[in-house]
């Protein structure tokens, strides 16, 4: 089992900044990939960006490619969503998920494909 916590949400003004964290426990390891989702209200789930834990390779939506940078911290178990130049259409819950993951094919990007998920965190931006 993986227990994921999800931190740094809050209210901002459009164009401003903010960065979220994931704190990993549990059955981690070097063979995993974390993701970031988010859920506005009445939306479906989407995905935002993934890394995997060992190389750090990175995969982002095409709505936040360019704004939005994923990375980890090995060390900490730590994985951030920094988000610049914020819309407000960026407004949704922002939930952390997780995966094994060996590599050989295509960072997931489907919320089925993710075994375990935070609670998530609220992000408003206002215009």
């Known amino acids: 089992q993986v227990q994921l916590l999800e931190s740094g949400g809050g209210l901002v003004q459009a164009g401003g900044f903010l960065r979220l964290s994931c704190a990993a426990s549990?059955?981690?390891?070097?063979?995993?990939?974390i993701a970031w989702f988010r859920q506005a209200p009445g939306k479906e789930r989407e995905f935002v960006a993934a890394?995997?834990?060992?190389?750090?390779?990175?995969n982002y939506a095409d709505s936040v490619k360019g704004r939005f940078t994923i990375s980890r911290d090995k060390a900490k178990n730590w994985t951030y969503l920094e988000m610049n130049s914020l819309k407000p259409e960026d407004t949704a819950v922002y939930y952390c998920?997780?995966?094994?993951?060996?590599?050989?094919?295509?960072?997931?990007?489907?919320?089925?494909?993710?075994?375990?998920w935070g609670q998530g965190t609220q992000v408003t931006v206002s215009s």
């Open positions: 890394i995997t834990w060992s190389a750090g390779l990175t």
């Open positions: 549990g059955r981690t390891g070097s063979s995993y990939a």
């Open positions: 998920a997780a995966r094994p993951y060996s590599g050989g094919y295509q960072l997931p990007r489907r919320r089925y494909e993710y075994d375990y």
